[in-house]
């Protein structure tokens, strides 16, 4: 089993829609939990970090976790064309290595 | 305020012989990651160093690969020898340095592609 699972994809939306990205992990060590994005032929950039459980918002961006069900969120609102990428979940457990699921690739169409 | 720079972005070598990719920190930044992404398998951590000292090396493969962060110049990446199963984008990350709760906030380079023919 992976330690972190991340549906793959490709999740295909209309702009203006509400995308819901998941992750769930194994490790209960994990306490420090962020989404990155990636576009195409780039690096990862960070979008949202959370710290242990709760909610975070930032813009049209939502990151819930749920460490009692080891599931993580990001919920992005009135989704645009630019916000095509691939979305990756990522989880540390304090130390200086971070874990990443694989990526979820979204395209919003216009 | 230049980002993390990893050269070269595209590197084709041919079975056997050695890749070495660079990679040069944010300013002020002295923690450098080494990622490897292929598309079926995500970003897979394997190899934290500060300068001087190799943190963690957990993900590196225990033969042909080394990483190096001298107290000079760039993060070097080498791989001796490769072979085809090689061919992935290899991302380099930094964060800062110092004090502090470590918050997972990496930044990273463009990525070098390495193409074994």
């Known amino acids: 089993q992976k330690e972190v699972e991340q549906d793959p994809g490709p999740l295909s939306v209309p702009e203006g829609a509400i995308v819901s990205l998941n992750c769930t992990y194994s490790?209960?060590?994990?306490?420090?939990f962020m989404w990155y994005r990636q576009y195409s032929r780039k690096g990862p950039e960070l979008l949202m970090y959370?710290?242990?459980?709760g909610n975070k918002e930032d813009g049209r961006f939502t990151a819930q976790v749920d460490k009692s069900s080891k599931y993580i969120s990001l919920f992005i609102r009135d989704s645009q064309p630019s916000d095509s990428a691939t979305y990756l979940c990522?989880?540390?457990?304090?130390?200086?290595?971070?874990?990443f699921g694989i990526g979820t690739k979204l395209q919003v169409i216009p | 305020n230049a980002g993390v720079m990893q050269n070269p972005r595209h590197l084709v070598r041919r079975r056997g012989q050695e890749a070495r990719l660079r990679c040069s920190p944010m300013?002020?930044?002295?923690?450098v990651y080494w990622y490897r992404q292929l598309p079926e398998e995500g970003l897979k951590f394997m190899v934290y160093?500060?300068?001087?000292?190799?943190?963690?090396e957990s993900g590196m493969p225990k033969e042909r690969f080394s990483a190096e962060f001298p107290k000079e110049g760039p993060s070097i990446l080498r791989i001796q020898q490769v072979v085809r199963g090689d061919s992935a984008a290899y991302f380099c990350?930094?964060?800062?340095?110092?004090?502090?709760?470590?918050?997972?906030?990496?930044?990273f380079g463009e990525g070098s592609r390495l193409t074994v023919l």
């Open positions: 990350a930094s964060s800062p340095s110092g004090t502090g709760k470590f918050t997972g906030e990496l930044f």
């Open positions: 490790n209960s060590a994990f306490q420090y």
């Open positions: 959370t710290y242990s459980s």
């Open positions: 990522a989880m540390s457990r304090g130390y200086q290595k971070v874990t």
């Open positions: 300013k002020g930044h002295s923690h």
């Open positions: 160093l500060q300068k001087e000292n190799i943190i963690d």
